[in-house]
């Protein structure tokens, strides 16, 4: 290998040159939200059994089939969305098959290999804006049954998209029951990747609901990591002939946690009193606004996003300019003169960093 | 599979039917030991880059090079038990290599085969009292080699104990001085699960330290979920030759955490004034005043552990009782007339609670 | 790794220091039997489809279904005996279950992790003469459900059996009975790896035949590498709800032969005009002929075993004064006076073979 | 699963409706070359210890380096393609490494997911007519290191070609050099599979031989099963540092024959009298006489290609016509009007085959 040095260092990939005052790289670089929190101070010296099966995480299993109008859902919480996608997608596949998704989608690019770690292939969908049409689906299995050597590939056993996607983009709700029907047509589970899930539903206006998505995906997860909590993923089962020993599944995957009611109580304060909306809504506004004033000063959207994560083409000598007291990410690799960056929002952003980065621009 | 139901059950195994005033059941019942949330809390509105790439995962790390004389060590920090071990163990074996336990150990048995999920074969050894000796290993690798289809067999790549072991039960000096050099006579990494590190260093009453630790293995993790972090666990390579692209590995295995910073903060509470000793101090303590309780009372003391763990063989009467107003654990399966329980203090534990318990006896 | 250097050598294990007159080390040392070589030698210059697709290959599967009365079992061939069993194995768990088998199975020592290796632990059962009793699967079982903790333990998910065993010795038809039972009411596969089933039915003395395997078991192999083919061994799966996919399965554990057709043939061969009988009688006359020679001059018959393996306790110099003349293995390690041997008969043994080495003893 | 019952069959793919006179469908319809059928049956009745250990094995390996000019290179002997794809990478890459490879190689399309069901992903370059530039492998690498998350993706850790492609195309002794030289710059192997090799090496007229491969790749497999034997690949080391435990890693992958020297007599017969080079000599300069009556006939050459493998674009009636007497197949879907098909010839073809299909033409 030839990095070997770097691959030894014990720190992953960035170093933190300095703290700046106002950031938008990403939407994990917070503690938790006060309210969330909040729950977990009042509720620290409680004494309850271990790995989820207290009160507060069967509360929140129910508040959450309460949001999604899905009374018989099982309600599992994870660590990590890398985790969840694993232990999900090695719970849903049989050996022979893998799983459909978007080339840029987070299994395929972002995760190690984590996928195939467990043994299944990666099956790349043509994508258009980080989507992937029901048309391409159904293309990509009826081409694949009619190859007489279909039993030397890998079988499309499922399929993953992100809601919203790694570009900020959405799909509609009949984009969504059209990619349903064609995976229930070919008896293929619809697994929805919610990592931002809670900005896709503010960003969709109401157009997209929780029930939507309980009505249209076999399985989904709530991200929680990204929306406020320190840590967490409800991964939602709505088929209940999947995953039918996912406790297991999540035990070996690592990803059952001894002090599991820290999950339960961090996604009750989520559910309960409405932060969940109220953290996508606000951090959808103040990307829009952030949308706005690059537009305003002639900047370049280079993906139409209605969520939390913008996207720009900006000379790089800007960049450099607001680099010095604003963060935020390269999107790809520096152009010669201008390159696309990424701003993200999240429940932690407020006007007044919002107002600031205007103030720099 | 004769228990579908049970399985698909989306609570993990236990049923909290109450909340017991004082509990005995494990030490990971409890939030985080009141400095390590105050730490959290004081932080929680930092805005950090992730994965552990934070200025706070680097102080932890150096705390802990400095609390193990190790300045070279490296340190890493996943979420739990299971995880680290399935990483480290991974990461430590070539694909025909297995790795030698004790029959008991966590490992083989309450992992719900992460180890064989990840490719590897658990190598059982001679077991006392949760023990292995380096004798054992000794003949298990030469009587390995001396077969002449040793190539059709597992080979025997690395060696995992606990300490203390599943049992409350320790190595002294001298025999972890034996496991390391016959370990390393064959050229065997020596990984040591510290799930409990702390109140086996406790228990030790000096004999045993991390700098002992950090001298005598290759790899061994420093357990903070039990030891009053809300989850965490520290993984310290000594030997620089070992899990050079441990990052990524750990990425594949679902264990980097998007906050990452969070590890590093409760890391920093623990290792900075002493606190990791306090805890394991305090909770010694008080399991061996409850140890003394029982024997006072003419109770049979079925292990002799100096740990935070202390197993009896108790009337089932009795059982009955206690179990009215105190949490604890049967050990094995109900006997006909008596059975053992296991009692476990952590550093919620106070003389209040022991107070209570033995008023009860 | 303590023997680099041998592990690096290319060629594995044993190095054949000479042809010995006559060999009963084991049942593989032989090419085919001249009745299936003859078969390979007239089909040769058949032009036909690959993987299996073949007229041979169907009406192969179309005998073995004949000579086990199962119209319905599907029939698949294989290459090797490791192969077969992880590939089988592999395809009759889910990813939290392991496979029963007796310790000193060949799954559990003598395949170099392959079970392991695609995920699955191998669970041990108390083992008596290499056999395994309905009541230790049934204890197993039902203490794996009983205990409150089973989640994060390796749930049994089938059963695997040898027969006869490694040791030579044989299951009674009550006995595969009560196994077969025990399996089906826990609703558990039970799988028997037939390497050499041939020698064992013959040994069985009509007691126990194909139609019983194919009645008792949900799949079993019938191994043809020990029983005159090339190689090659037959899976058939009686229980029509498992192993759906199987031929994905095959390939992606590389155990799907281009040229497919000479598994048919050779198995045509086998099982047209009663080879496949013939060869298993004849072995277990001549092993039979060597035990009472071994007992007649007064050694020990470590094993009573009425299969195509024998067991004996030779003083080591008589072991030493063999050697020089006839081939033979040493069981487990050499003694102090004496040791345990293996003489094996297989296709390949003649009258001839036997009178000779009884003119040694 | 769309097509449960499908998967259900007990037999792969295609189902042989009719024997025909002349088939071109692939280079693996008939048995073995005569020669080495004739060293089979001569050899059939030796007794040799098993698993390659054996006389004829260590003599075919030796054979093997002679031909590659490379007395220092480690020979093993498999039984196919996919085996020995799957055991060779998952032997050359860490956890956290993938493989890679062309678009349309083989490990990427028709192996149904082995390489991945070994916990690997096929890294996919960019591809022209089924080869991959140095350039590309280049860029792969420098953008992966380039990139500040590179840790969250699964590192380039060896490059898979074939040599010739699966389209019967050929790299060129300088773009061979020019492949090896990007791969040991960034420290990565080079492997090649050679399932064709004899084909390629003789369609290279001299060009490239087996000591440039030697020299040029770090790990080979000299492909048999396609080139006249029943089956079996030679898979020749030549970087010392690799695959140090292959025989174990060969043994877990189910791929370690027992009797073993049935490989090695197979090889000895290719290497000893010049077998390989006339195999592959007659098979180029029939698939030209094909090339050529097509061309003459005004058929459009799809891919330029000198080696046993042929591609043509026809109309589907000519399709059809020929379809009544001759075996060929289609190389993807049929069109509206015209299809692509491939013709190949292999060790059995004969000039009487050729004229007979020119005759159809």
């Not at 467990?118 to 790349?124: E, N």
């Not at 890998?154 to 998209?161: D, E, K, R, S, T």
């Not at 047509?185 to 919610?194: A, E, M, Q």
Request: proline fraction near 4%; charged fraction near 20%; aromatic fraction near 10%.
């Amino acid at each position: 290998m030839p990095c070997d040095k770097d691959f030894q260092a014990e720190s992953p990939i960035f170093v933190t040159e300095m703290e700046k005052m106002i950031r938008f790289d990403t939407d994990y670089l917070c503690g938790a939200h006060p309210e969330v929190l909040q729950r977990l101070v009042e509720t620290n010296t409680e004494l309850t059994a271990g790995y989820g099966s207290d009160a507060h995480t069967q509360r929140a299993a129910a508040l959450i089939r309460e949001a999604c109008d899905a009374p018989d859902a099982r309600v599992y919480f994870l660590v990590g969305g890398t985790q969840t996608n694993a232990t999900v997608i090695d719970g849903l596949l049989a050996h022979h098959e893998g799983v459909m998704a978007a080339e840029n989608g987070h299994i395929n690019v972002h995760e190690t290999g984590a996928i195939e770690a467990s043994g299944h292939k990666v099956l790349v969908l043509p994508t258009y804006e980080g989507k992937v049409s029901a048309a391409a689906v159904s293309e990509y299995v009826e081409s694949f049954y009619a190859d007489d050597t279909y039993e030397h590939m890998v079988a499309p056993g499922m399929l993953y998209i992100s809601f919203p996607t790694e570009y900020g983009t959405m799909y509609s709700l009949s984009e969504l029951e059209a990619l349903s029907s064609v995976c229930h047509r070919h008896n293929i589970p619809l697994y929805v990747d919610g990592a931002r899930l809670g900005y896709g539903l503010a960003a969709s206006q109401g157009t997209i609901t929780l029930p939507d998505l309980a009505r249209l995906c076999d399985v989904f997860y709530i991200g929680g990591t990204k929306m406020g909590t320190l840590f967490g993923e409800a991964v939602v089962v709505t088929n209940p002939a999947l995953l039918k020993h996912f406790v297991p599944l999540m035990k070996q995957h690592g990803g059952l946690l001894a002090k599991g009611r820290l999950l339960g109580v961090q996604f009750e304060a989520l559910f309960e009193q409405g932060l969940f909306e109220r953290i996508g809504a606000q951090a959808v506004r103040l990307a829009l606004r952030i949308q706005q004033a690059f537009r305003d000063r002639g900047y370049a959207v280079v993906i139409d996003s209605p969520t939390n994560q913008q996207f720009f083409r900006l000379p790089n000598e800007v960049i450099d300019r607001l680099s010095a007291h604003v963060g935020f990410e390269l999107w790809g690799p520096r152009g010669a003169e201008e390159s696309v960056v990424r701003f993200v929002t999240g429940w932690h952003t407020t006007d007044e960093d919002v107002d600031k980065l205007i103030n720099y621009l």
